[in-house]
């Protein structure tokens, strides 16, 4: 039984996400936040002291990215795919911790995250604008192709829908991005994002 510490208002809806596509029994052990955005209580299950954190038997991982890919290693095909393309799954994987998610909370948290008091406009200009060449890449990847890979929808699709479910689900200006806005309303609306996103949005 996979055992993911989390809440499904936090980044382990991913993992819950994951969890979903891969048909494997899970559990979500709730670890959440006090006022303030502190952990409710020490997490000796993460170093970093974040979660999520998965425990899978003997082995505990921390980073949501990271424990989806182990998720779907376990699930296999077509979630995730051997050989070379198991190697593009990590390059979209990646990309999305390294190119995309820091802009998505560089503009998230001066859009609608932080109270309005403490945002400032050209903090999520910023982010918006680093965001957008991102965007414009994978607009350019998806025109010959319904998903990252191909015809199969991968890991590689969640681990990358998963980060940008805030910008989709807080009016993010998509409208210059037509394939990418198709690919993520594919992608957050199968029936596993769906049961997933029932967990967090109620
Ligand atoms: N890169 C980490 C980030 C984890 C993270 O920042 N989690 C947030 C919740 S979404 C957290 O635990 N914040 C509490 C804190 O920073 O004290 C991951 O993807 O798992």
């Known amino acids: 039984m996979l055992k993911i510490h989390g809440v499904p208002r936090s980044r382990a809806f991913r993992c819950i996400w994951a969890a979903e596509e891969s048909g494997l029994p ?10 303030g955005f502190k952990l409710e209580r020490p997490l000796a299950i993460n170093p970093n002291n974040k979660i999520p954190a998965l425990e899978d038997g003997d082995l505990v991982l921390f980073e949501s990215l990271a424990i989806n890919l182990h998720i779907a290693s376990k699930a296999g095909a077509p979630l995730m795919p051997a050989g070379n393309d198991a190697s593009r799954v990590m390059q979209w994987s990646l990309w999305t911790g390294t190119e995309v998610e820091a802009h998505v909370m560089r503009w998230g948290y001066n859009t609608y995250l932080k109270p309005e008091a403490e945002r400032v406009a050209s903090e ?45 689900a807080n009016k993010y200006d998509l409208a210059p991005f037509p394939k990418v806005k198709a690919w993520l309303d594919t992608c957050l609306t199968r029936p596993a994002a769906l049961r997933a996103r029932k967990q967090r949005e109620g």
Not at 29 to 35: H, Q
């Open 124 to 168: 999520a200009a910023a982010g918006k604008e680093a965001l957008d060449l991102r965007l414009a890449v994978l607009e350019s990847v998806l025109a010959d192709r319904p998903f990252l890979l191909g015809k199969d929808f991968t890991v590689a699709d969640l681990n990358l829908a998963c980060v940008l479910y805030a910008p989709w």
């Open 26 to 35: 899970y559990e979500v052990v709730p670890l959440g936040f006090a006022p």
